[in-house]
Nanobody, 125 residues
Framework: QVQVVESGGGLVQAGGSLRLSCEASGFILSIKTMGWFRQAPGKERQFVAG????????YYADFVKGRFTISRDNNKNTVYLQMNSLKPEDTAVYYC??????????????????WGQGAQVTVSS
């Protein structure tokens, strides 16, 4: 019943923009912290950004600050990741996940319990 599904991945040139969407179902999205992670081949999965249930509190990894924006539309049961000024090193599979924590935005993968299938983002130079 609980599902999260990413969409919007693709190929973009360095400096370009892309928006990922994460549609959630099976739970009350407005009370759950949601996060985006990414994983490149041979690399550990790393936290990218998170947003609390009310949409007002956000947290970003240093390497995306000023370039990426996380947001959510609880009426549409959707979380977004707007990615601007993309760099080749942003190339990875991006995952949307639901957190077990509601009072803060965790950055550890083990504090998220449901994950999407991943969306490939490739940035060319």
């Amino acid at each position: 019943q609980v599902q999260v599904v990413e969409s919007g991945g693709g190929l973009v040139q360095a400096g370009g923009s892309l928006r990922l969407s994460c549609e959630a179902s099976g739970f009350i999205l407005s009370i759950k912290t949601m996060g985006w992670f990414r994983q490149a081949p041979g690399k550990e999965r790393q936290f990218v950004a998170g947003v609390k249930g009310d949409g007002d509190s956000t947290y970003y990894a240093d390497f995306v600050k000023g370039r990426f924006t996380i947001s959510r539309d609880n009426n549409k049961n959707t979380v977004y990741l707007q990615m601007n000024s993309l760099k080749p090193e942003d190339t990875a599979v991006y995952y949307c996940a639901r957190s077990t924590i509601t009072v803060r935005i965790p950055s550890l993968a083990n504090e998220y319990d449901y994950w999407g299938q991943g969306a490939q983002v490739t940035v060319s130079s």
